[in-house]
């Protein structure tokens, strides 16, 4: 069953604005990880907050945690063209097996 | 890092025939492996991951099965593939719990 469900679906926005995509969970986490992926291609990690942590940053990329809400939010700023992908994001899971579950995604578009 | 070779990047196969994808990953020893599928424009599903040598887990009851001969080795298989088994299939490796995955660049399988 998937764990994380982002929202939107969909995004679509100008270059130069910020993208904000969300993610919910259902389960107690050790980490929330987010990933992007271009069209037919593999995935590629961007960046890992650990259960203990509230924000973290990478670049243009900011990414909240509120584990009392079971949620995370992605923040690209100043987006270019080249930001055009799916992102996603995904749990590894408190107990348990060792995995790392997957949500749907977002497709994200930057209008040039 | 890790870098993960996964081949052949697409394969059109007739219904009930086999089915044989293998991965392999260099930069590690004793990673834990994985097997994605994605279908089109949806999140990733978790087919199988291992923890070690012929350790291996299932998540979905299906028509797939994996091994993991050696440590660095995983290979997705199906004695007859089904039209259900159209789709992006992904491997993908840590080192351990709580850390990121590196991904393969992935098969489009096809089953007509």
């Known amino acids: 069953s998937q764990q994380g469900e982002e929202d939107p679906q969909a995004l679509s926005i100008q270059e130069g604005e910020n993208a904000t995509m969300n993610c919910s969970y259902k389960t107690s986490i050790n980490n929330l990880q987010w990933y992007r992926q271009n069209s037919g291609r593999g995935l590629v990690h961007l960046i890992l907050i650990r259960s203990n942590e509230r924000e973290k940053h990478s670049g243009r990329l900011r990414v909240t945690l509120d584990t009392s809400k079971k949620s995370s939010s992605l923040l690209i700023t100043a987006s270019r063209a080249a930001d055009t992908a799916s992102y996603f994001c995904a749990t590894d899971v408190l107990e348990g097996a060792q995995k790392l579950v997957f949500g749907q995604g977002t497709r994200l578009t930057i209008n040039p | 890092s890790q870098t993960i070779h996964q081949w052949p990047a697409t394969l059109v196969q007739p219904v009930g025939s086999p089915l044989s994808l293998e991965c392999t990953v260099e930069g590690t020893s004793n990673p834990n492996l994985y097997w994605y599928r994605q279908a089109a424009g949806r999140g990733l599903q978790l087919l199988f991951y291992?923890?070690?040598?012929?350790?291996i887990s299932s998540e979905v009851p299906q028509n797939l099965s994996a091994s993991r001969p050696q440590d660095r080795q995983f290979i997705l298989s199906s004695k007859k593939l089904l039209l259900s088994d159209s789709g992006f299939y992904l491997c993908?490796?840590?080192?351990?719990?709580?850390?990121?995955?590196?991904f393969g660049s992935g098969t489009q399988l096809s089953v007509l």
């Open positions: 291992s923890i070690g040598i012929d350790q």
């Open positions: 993908a490796s840590r080192q351990t719990r709580n850390e990121k995955l590196f």
